[in-house]
């Protein structure tokens, strides 16, 4: 099942593709306008969710003692391509496996050797498992960029979450878990409103809830375990934490 990302958790998947060794919770925090445990908080939550599914280093293998890298490009048959990625996986040498939803070419295996020798060995491998190698090729260069939409430059009609932040008077951006016994529990966001629970410089932006996120209207009842996502102008207070059932920070 696919998950839902906020501009908090699209940030963090740029910045840790980008350079996930040299970039700390905080620095992502502080760019986001949120605390260092809430970004901590969401890595682990895509971590579970399987969004982030390791992290790895990305090696120069020519310049270890000039190793070579090769790109085979095979056709499995369709029905056999998982269970031979997983034997392709097995093969000495081999360091990626990637799987195409396509007929022919639909599996693309790297691997690394001393030489031609070792290369043309791994090819036997493949072709004796079932794999038709239907082009290889050395590879001279690889890099892995973050998507750009997950970027500081991501817009929402034409409106950056910076803009927005200026354009607030330097909001502060806050993750609040609902209590069962909060103000809000129970109430609709109109409702919270009318009755002064929420502050008018207050602005709920996001629930998470079950697993879903919600886009929250004038008619959207907090729940409790909800996970309320709010800009608050000027800085959260108490008052606002304990509509939240939160208390002190």
Do not use: W
């Amino acid at each position: 099942m696919s998950k839902r990302l906020d501009a908090v958790d699209r940030r963090i998947l740029y910045h840790l593709v980008r350079d996930a060794r040299n970039t700390s919770a905080p620095e992502i925090a502080e760019e986001v306008n949120v605390s260092g445990g809430t970004i901590r908080n969401r890595i682990a939550q895509l971590e579970d969710a399987g969004v982030i599914r390791g992290y790895h280093a990305t090696i120069d293998y020519q310049r270890t003692e000039g190793r070579l890298t090769n790109l085979y490009i095979c056709t499995s048959p369709v029905p056999d391509r998982d269970r031979l990625s997983k034997q392709v996986a097995e093969i000495p040498g081999v360091v990626g496996v990637r799987q195409l939803m396509k007929g022919r070419s639909n599996l693309h295996v790297t691997a690394v050797g001393d030489d031609m020798q070792e290369l043309n060995h791994v090819a036997s491998n493949l072709s004796s498992i079932g794999l038709e190698i239907e082009e290889e090729n050395l590879l001279q260069s690889e890099q892995v960029l973050p998507y750009h939409k997950f970027g500081p430059d991501e817009s929402r009609d034409g409106i950056t979450i910076t803009d927005f932040m200026k354009l607030s008077g330097g909001a502060e951006v806050v993750e609040l878990p609902v209590s069962a016994s909060a103000d809000v529990a129970g109430l609709t966001l109109s409702e919270a409103n009318e009755r002064g629970i929420i502050h008018p410089n207050v602005l709920v932006v996001a629930i998470e809830r079950d697993d879903t996120i919600l886009t929250p209207r004038g008619d959207t009842t907090v729940r409790a375990d909800d996970l309320v996502t709010i800009f608050c102008r000027g800085g959260i207070d108490e008052e606002t934490l304990e509509a939240f059932g939160q208390g002190s920070r």
